[in-house]
């Protein structure tokens, strides 16, 4: 896409794209892409709001048509509502600029809408692999364990923001994101569902997310919700203790999980289910860790207040 967004003569923009940026250029750029090359698009604009870069993506956004917005107090939350502020569409999407979509991505969502009972959805977020045949230890578990939308949406009651859609007049109804002290998508998801907004999964809208590159980037997304687990834990005595036996829980929880592994169709062959177990033992061993300092007295809004900042 270049130039103006898209516009419909009869009926105005449909959909309003809003991807929050923070320091990731080159992924930015691939998200554009991907919404640039989009099949049987409907008309839709694209909103990039940055949250602080170092260097903000003017050339980058002006190259593919996006608007480019600024929102400087720190937060994806945040990014997202200045956003939505801005839109002019009756049905709000969101990508993270780390994301790019699958060519019929905006064409599935218009679909869905075509369906006046459907408020909001939740998308399928796979991790895209290089070498699919090869795949990193980091890859391997990310596979097996990040993104499980439909598995959220179904126990949990939200969806990630990162491949979401939402009816304008909802979001009005439910209020803004909030700010990077929670997780800003469940706390979200699930004050719309207690409203009577539920959340539906759509498989065909797809979005594929890198897996992280070095564990240190995985320990920080762990370390920020975890704090955020915390944070809702009870006072007192008795919610201390509750943390510490749910501290328990996890550092023994890897060995229940080898027949998700063996199951998944998210990965394939030995090797790959074999790495997908070695992440799965490091990072549950580090998030007990984790929570263990934060039971014992550890500040939760130092770890919470890092991931933005990076």
Known sequence: ?????????????????????????????????????????????????????????????AEFGARLLHQPAPGPGLARNAGIEAARAPILAFIDADCHADPDWLAAIAARYADPEIEILGGDVRIWRDDPASPTMLEAYESVYAYRMEEYIRRQGFTGTGNLAIRRETFDAVGPFGGIGIAEDRDWGQRARAMGHPTRYAPEMRVHH?????FADLTLKWDRQTAHDFARMPAGAGGRLKWLARTAIVAGSPAPEILRILRSDRVEGPRARGLAFAGLLRIRLHRARRMLMLGVGSDPAALSDSWNRR
Request: aromatic share 0%; glycine share 4%; charged share 20%.
């Open 1 to 61: 896409m270049t130039g103006t967004p898209r516009i419909s003569p009869d009926t105005g923009l449909e959909i309003s794209v809003v991807i929050p940026h923070l320091n990731q250029p080159e992924h930015l750029r691939r998200c554009l892409a991907s919404l640039r090359d989009q099949t049987d698009a409907p008309p839709h604009e694209i909103i990039v709001v940055d949250n602080g870069s170092h260097t903000p993506p003017k050339a980058l956004c």
């Open 210 to 214: 890198p897996a992280r590159q070095t």
